[in-house]
């Protein structure tokens, strides 16, 4: 049986705003600008609104049932069966998006700054990363990835001052080329990647000590509010740089760095900035695996989820190199298949939980005898 860790509140938001923002911020500006047009950069701040929501109902159910994990108060507030049920579309959706955050780091290098290196390398090196961080514990992921954060950050920052030259405030205009209806599809875009994904930190938010003078309900909230101004910018300085090609060129702060020139002297630094950025997509990897590894210990009731890192390691792997044909497949279940897929197989429950134990606990409140047994 393993020692039971635990990190602080800030450390759990920190993991948090890695988890979120890992892969996004380097990803959603395309299809965002391509889905809502010269609207784009007003649909992360819907969905990250909604992901508040969600926000709001994981750290309520945080507050009720104290030290355990969704699985834990499913169980519950819903039943042994019932849960089951809802875990196996769970484990599948997050085997899934384990797998195409990996396929996705490598098809990066494979078009962007390694393209002779097989994506099997790439796949490889990325999986045994995260799997022997995630054997090193919460602790240690914790503490790593509180030092890696600032050097994303850097990266964005560095980007977003350094392309200055390039902006073009028209391009934002007008505003609603299309109407409201594209900014809405976007922002549907961007709750099923990567805000439908908050839900799945229900799993490990037990892990954070309770800390008076550090309410982890005030830090979650910050984190968020800090990755939706990272994605707005991220996708604003996109539109306003590459106008109509931001919905077509594939990672676009990427794209921004390669435009990075400083009096002939500071120049072609897009593949030290692209290292900085796929460290987020890193450390969403690592924080994914984690999670998978402590539902299968929930569902199967064991006390050690380290001994599931390397099967399901293997096991990722082996999907990476199966899943897709090609490039267009990938894109598809990304971001057509994966919001609704997302929405139906982890929202949606979990709502159902959040609404339950409201219910409950309404109907168990002092004075009120319909609800005791």
Known sequence: MNKQEWISSKQMAALFFAFMTGSSIINIPAPLAGAAKNGAWLSPLLANAMAMLLLACMLYLHRRYPGMTFIDYSRKIIGNWLTLLLSIPLLILVML????????????????????????VIHFLVLLT??????GGIEVMARLFSMLIPVMLLAVMIILIFVLPYYHPE??????????????????????????????FAMILPLARQEKENPLGKWMVAALLING?????????????????????????????????????????ESIIGIALIVGSLMKTTIMLFIFTVIVSKVLKSHDEKIFVFPVTLFALLLTLTMFNHEVEFFEAVYVVWPLFITMAAV?????????AFFKEESLKPGDDSGKV
């Open 348 to 356: 949606v429950p979990f709502m159902l939980v959040t609404l339950v």
């Open 130 to 135: 995260a799997a022997l961080t995630v054997r």
């Open 229 to 269: 101004i990272a994605l707005f910018l991220s996708i604003l300085s996109s539109i306003m740089v590459l106008g109509p090609l931001a919905g077509e060129a594939k990672y676009s702060l990427f794209q921004l760095a390669r435009l990075i020139q400083v009096q002939n002297i500071i120049e072609r630094v």
């Open 97 to 120: 998006d384990l797998s195409y955050i990996v396929l996705d780091i490598g098809g990066f290098f494979a078009s962007s700054m390694m393209q002779a290196t097989p994506p099997v």
């Open 171 to 200: 391009s934002l205009l007008p505003l609603f080329p299309g109407g409201i209806k594209p900014v809405v599809h976007g922002a549907y875009l961007a709750f099923g990647f990567p805000y439908a994904e908050t839900v799945l």
